[in-house]
């Protein structure tokens, strides 16, 4: 399953430097607008301590985590949408990620050139959603326009797909989000290959500086209009320090923590942000175990059992016949495969099955 999320924002809040711990990758993360000209990539791992703990108990040869692709985007800004800066050419990068990662400064720097002056995350995030919005509406208004003389052959889906964008767009109209607006499955399906910006979900990634004024440290006007809009909105957050989570990505793992505390952060910010994007796609893991492999595979929340076996092969679900399953804490406290069925903790799941996270299974196909 390819699960992609880009890193947006406006020029130097720090998403470059944000992709560089993620992905141990070295972009370009100089201190200008638009120094990243290409969409860059990086595979992320997923952290799972459940994955660590299943290998350990089966003693695999190998392990391999589910993944999340990060791409980090260039700096838009205000009139993105009408081509301003590198404008259309990164909306056009956005529209092919799976989600949207805002990166929001949290800090004052005067080395750090901030493109309206002064730092103010609220203003920031209003104005990277609002040329999202504009990009979206332009689009809508475009399509509109062409379905008006296309549906007068009655086309079915052509007029699900009309009905869809005429309750879209008075939405986008008031600046808000297309994702806001209420569609059934059929008018969710005719919109879906016009890859909307604002109906992606969106995950704010407030950035921190050690050692500057960080604004939430501040509690002032800033912080309380920030957390307002995040509640108001039922925005999903985390907070990172990009620029120690860069400098951490080259440490080794028994050093990490005590290089956290000297620096004054605890918590990963990165795992953080990871888990996060994983969750905020609607993901769960299930998991497969044995001497040569333990994997972790990636599918949507409420997924059945044949469609999480096609995960791994087809047959598992075209064949599908039956699958065994158990919770990972499970197996590993009765100790083997042998003694969790002797216990009865080894179920016979058929194709109604709605798969768990943290479950682990062997599938069976004809």
């Given amino acids: 399953m390819g699960l992609s999320i880009g890193i947006v924002g406006l020029p130097n809040v720090g998403k470059s430097t944000l992709f560089n711990a993620l992905t141990k990758k070295g972009v370009p993360a100089e201190n200008y607008p638009f120094c990243t000209i290409d969409p860059s990539v990086g595979v ?13 108990f089966s003693h695999s040869v190998k392990t391999v985590p589910a993944i999340v692709e990060f791409v980090d985007i260039a700096g838009l800004v205000k009139g993105a949408s009408t081509g301003e800066g590198l404008g259309n050419q990164f909306l056009s990068h956005i529209r092919e990620v799976d989600a949207i990662a805002q990166v929001v400064r949290m800090f004052d720097d005067e080395d750090v050139h901030h493109v309206a002056g002064e730092v103010d995350p609220a203003r920031d995030i ?29 086309d079915k889906d052509l007029l699900i797909e009309q009905s869809a964008l005429r309750k879209i767009a008075p939405v986008l109209h008031a600046g808000k989000a297309a994702r806001t607006v209420a569609l059934d499955e059929k008018e969710l399906l005719a919109i879906k290959s016009m890859h909307l910006l604002t109906m992606k979900p969106i ?21 309380t209009a ?51 994007g994983y969750h905020l796609l609607n993901l769960i ?33 075209d064949k599908f016949i039956r699958a065994e399953v158990i919770q990972w804490d499970k197996l590993i406290a009765a100790g083997s495969y042998a003694k969790a069925r002797e216990q009865g903790l080894l179920r016979a799941e058929g194709k109604e099955y709605v798969v ?11």
């Fill in 44 to 56: 992320v791992a997923v952290p799972d301590v459940r994955l660590d703990r299943l290998t350990q």
């Fill in 126 to 154: 209003d104005v990277i959603n609002l040329e999202l919005v504009l990009a979206d509406l332009d689009m809508v208004e475009k399509r509109i326009g062409r379905l008006e003389r296309d549906v007068k052959g009655g």
């Fill in 203 to 223: 995950l704010y990634v407030l950035n921190r500086k050690s050692g500057a004024v960080n604004v939430d440290a501040e509690k002032g006007d800033r912080y």
């Fill in 226 to 276: 920030l957390m307002q809009f995040l509640e108001n909105s039922g925005g999903q957050w985390v907070m990172v320090d990009a620029g120690v989570e860069q400098e951490l990505s080259d440490v080794h793992d028994d050093e990490r923590d005590e290089f956290r505390r000297e620096l004054g952060v605890v918590d990963s910010g990165v795992e953080s942000l990871i888990r996060a």
């Fill in 285 to 317: 893991s299930f998991f497969t175990t044995g001497p040569d492999e333990t994997r972790a595979w990636t599918i949507h929340r409420g997924d059945a059992a044949p469609t999480a076996g096609a995960a791994i092969h087809t047959d598992f679900r």
């Fill in 356 to 366: 768990e996270d943290g479950d682990v299974m062997e599938f069976r196909h004809s």
